[in-house]
């Protein structure tokens, strides 16, 4: 019914359009003949005589009508929303000229004094013929002045209910690609069915989709269609499906039909008309990561040549910067057309780590036909368009309660991709142990639990290097001034005494000298534009009981209260100026946040009603409320992950801005390298598609995207990581013999 409403709004915004434009027409004309008139009448065209002015002002008045009238069917028909509200304006802006003309002739008696002389008496021929039909001229004027009022109302409607989401034209809201068509070019693909085999597509690790019914409207729908629902939503006319990817081929509304399937054979990577130069290898890599994800460690010869069969695919990125800052554009456009010769898929982003994620839906799109022994991409064609609700997506690894061995790291780094995670915030030190490297004070790593649990500099780039290539920043973290124990291994002058090891000495001046060192290194190897401080669960008595401690906060006129402000805000000061901005865990905002630096982003922890009040006061926020998102808490659900919203109980835009994303939290208490994948994994998942996908997008029911959660952990099996079943508690194992899709 919308689709239909929004047809009929164009077609009369159309009519209406057309209206003004024989208006403007019929001026031109009549200018025209004026002028003929005028030159007959001279005698010749070349003497130094001109038209009077109202003929030039006729003339010009009918070409703006028509210019206006263009521009009215170009926004009429793309349904933009630039386009709509330039014709208001124009239109708008020409009534206010005819309103001031027209409240000049009737209120000023002299109005004619205002006019150029005309020697000719041709415009008092005019206003002789207004006056002689006046009761004529009034309601024409009035017609048109009513015309154009009208034209704004429709455009005002249509812009209101915005783009249409079936057409062909990249709506407001849409990532937008190098060259935007002002006129639709449609073309009648292919009909096709959405595919129900399993393992290849889902929202937040995928894309949002364009598909075609055989019916011939067009529908616009995320990737929530392979949920395990067996029913239609609508979003104006066109129809979305959410089909259960088990389901049979039997389960399929009649009304869709199959499309095409291409066969990959030998693909190759194209970049032509990318400014993109790749002197780094990012996308090459990428693209050959990606080949063997599709092939899941089978033997695949990619099938016999003939057509349907997908020669390569072109990439086209229009920033020549491969640099990975925070909040970098990762929006992209993926199509797979049905037809050509040769087949090539394109992939349109901003930046080669929209590129990347690209690449990966495009990998997810992929099935293995084993009977065949060829890859295939069936159901072209696809176009989708992809990009993140939030710029910080996170996952925490924590290496001090137990050590992560460096390809462990990259494994989790590898498997943070598939779900475009895009932030690995390192928890490196802790009460437990100090296993860095920090080449200022060679002793601190002292603190590890042995010789061989340790992290060198060289480590720490290559995981930075590794993860960046990756599209994946590394927020590094030491937390100060509690939980640092584990410091005072290599130098107990850093504790308050041997007997009360933690917090660190508030008193002395080397405790910030080391802090300084750590990040003046921290600055060389970790270029993300955060760094982590901390802050939480700190226990100031051992301050209040150490004596000299005591004496110095008795002379600083502090309670230990003030001291561990003190702390914070010198630690805060410290890291801004090695070129840092700071993040701090909330008990720093709940005991001081109107002290915090205004760069501070806070990292909600505790519970719900952090973030709104965070935001409130005008600091950013990361939310990581342990009862939803924290991963060692076993007995949190893959449900209770997925409807942890970020957002909840904050309205306004600008508060909304300032909540930056989300992150999971794998604590290692009782994880390591065993076991750390299967804790992860598919739960975090749940959490990335929360913080990808539009809200609105989102299931409102957990069990609604069950399916395509479970089959997304059969991807990463496939991909050799160890995720867990749906079923049961985090980290369960399987319940019994049966399908992975099923467990």
């Keep these: 019914m919308g689709g239909f409403v929004r047809i009929c709004l164009q077609s009369l915004l159309k009519l209406v359009n057309s209206l003004i434009g024989f208006v ?39 070409v703006s009508l028509c210019l206006i009238t263009c521009s009215g069917h170009i926004a009429a028909e793309t349904t933009n929303g630039h386009c709509l509200s330039c014709y208001m304006v124009f239109v708008f802006l020409l009534i206010m000229l005819e309103a001031a003309v027209t409240a000049d002739i009737f209120l000023n008696r002299n109005w004619e004094e205002d006019f150029p002389k005309d020697d000719t008496g041709r415009f008092n021929e005019l206003k002789n013929f207004v006056k002689s039909n006046f009761e004529m001229c009034k309601w024409i004027g009035l017609g048109i002045v009513g015309v154009q009022a009208f034209s704004i109302f429709l455009a005002m409607v249509l812009r209101a209910l915005g783009p249409d989401q079936g057409s062909f034209y990249d709506s407001d809201d849409e990532y937008v690609p190098a060259r935007l068509p002002l006129l639709r070019n449609q073309v009648q693909y292919t009909p096709y069915v959405i595919d129900p085999h399993p393992a290849v597509r889902n929202d937040s690790w995928t894309t949002r989709i364009k598909e075609k ?84 460690g089978h ?55 929209g590129a990347l994620h690209a690449l990966q839906t495009f990998s997810q799109l992929c099935d293995i036909n084993l009977a065949s022994g060829t890859i295939e991409i069936s159901l072209a064609p696809w176009t989708i368009i992809d990009r993140p609700r939030f710029p910080y997506r996170g996952l925490l690894i924590d290496t001090s309660r137990h050590y992560l061995p460096v390809p462990v790291i990259k494994s989790v780094i590898d498997s943070m991709t598939y779900s475009k995670l895009n932030v690995l915030h390192w928890h490196i030190v802790d009460t437990q142990s100090f296993p860095l490297q920090i080449p200022s004070y060679p002793k601190l790593w002292n603190g590890a639990y042995s010789s061989v649990e340790r992290y060198t500099i060289a480590d720490a780039v290559d995981i930075v290097h590794y993860a960046e290539r990756r599209g994946i920043n590394v927020l590094a973290e030491i937390d100060v001034p509690g939980h640092a124990l584990s410091w005072g291994k290599g130098y107990p002058y850093l504790w308050p005494s041997t007997d009360c090891q933690q917090p660190l000495d508030v008193s002395k001046e080397s405790t910030f000298k080391v802090i300084d060192g750590i990040l003046s290194d921290f600055s060389k190897v970790f270029k993300f534009r955060f760094v982590h401080l901390g802050g939480d669960e700190v226990n100031t008595s051992c301050w209040t009981i150490t004596p000299h401690v005591r004496e110095w906060l008795k002379q600083h006129k502090m309670d230990e209260s003030g001291a561990y402000e003190y702390f914070v805000l010198r630690a805060q000061k410290i890291a801004l100026s090695h070129g840092y901005e700071v993040i701090n865990w909330e008990e720093t905002f709940n005991n001081f946040g109107n002290k915090l630096n205004p760069r501070t982003v806070v990292h909600n922890w505790l519970g719900g009603g952090v973030a709104e009040k965070v935001v409130a006061a005008g600091l950013r926020c990361i939310v990581s409320n342990q009862d939803k998102w924290y991963l060692d808490h076993l007995d949190a659900t893959w449900q209770g992950f997925y409807m942890n919203e970020p957002l909840v109980n904050i309205s306004r835009p600008e508060q909304q801005k300032l909540v930056i994303g989300g992150e999971v939290c794998m604590w290692g208490e009782h994880i390591d390298a065993s076991d750390i994948q299967q804790t992860i994994w598919p739960r975090a998942a749940a959490a990335a598609e929360r913080l990808w996908s539009p809200l609105e997008k989102l299931a409102k029911d957990p069990e609604l995207i069950a399916g395509r959660l479970a089959h997304f952990r059969c991807l990463l099996n496939q991909r050799g990581v160890p995720a867990a079943p749906l079923d049961g508690l985090g980290r369960e194992a399987p319940r019994g013999p049966g399908s992975c899709y099923k467990q």
């Excluded at 695949?300 to 920033?319: F, K, Q, T, W």
């Excluded at 020549?320 to 394109?346: M, W």
């Design 213 to 296: 019914i055989i019916s011939g409207a067009e529908i616009a729908t995320q990737v929530m269609i392979l949920s395990i629902l067996n029913q239609y939503n609508r979003y104006g006319i066109s129809q979305v499906w959410m089909i259960s990817p088990l389901c049979k081929e039997s389960d399929l509304p009649p009304t869709f039909l199959k499309g095409s399937t291409h066969t990959i054979k030998g693909l190759e990577l194209r970049s032509e008309g990318s400014r993109y130069a790749d002197g780094s290898g990012v996308l090459k890599d990428a693209f050959s990561r990606v080949l063997d994800e599709i092939k899941a």
């Design 24 to 62: 403007g027409l019929g001026m031109i004309l009549y200018s025209l003949w004026m002028i003929r008139v005028w030159y007959k009448h001279t005698g010749s065209f070349w003497d130094d005589s001109h038209p009077p002015w109202f003929i030039y002002t006729f003339l010009g008045l009918g």
């Design 299 to 353: 033997a695949v010869d990619g099938g016999p040549s003939g057509s349907g069969l997908l020669a390569g695919v072109r990439v086209v990125i229009l920033s020549p910067d491969d640099e990975l800052n925070y909040n970098v554009d990762e929006s992209y456009k993926l199509s797979v057309p049905a037809t050509g010769n040769p087949i090539y898929a394109l992939i349109q982003a901003q930046t080669v780590y």
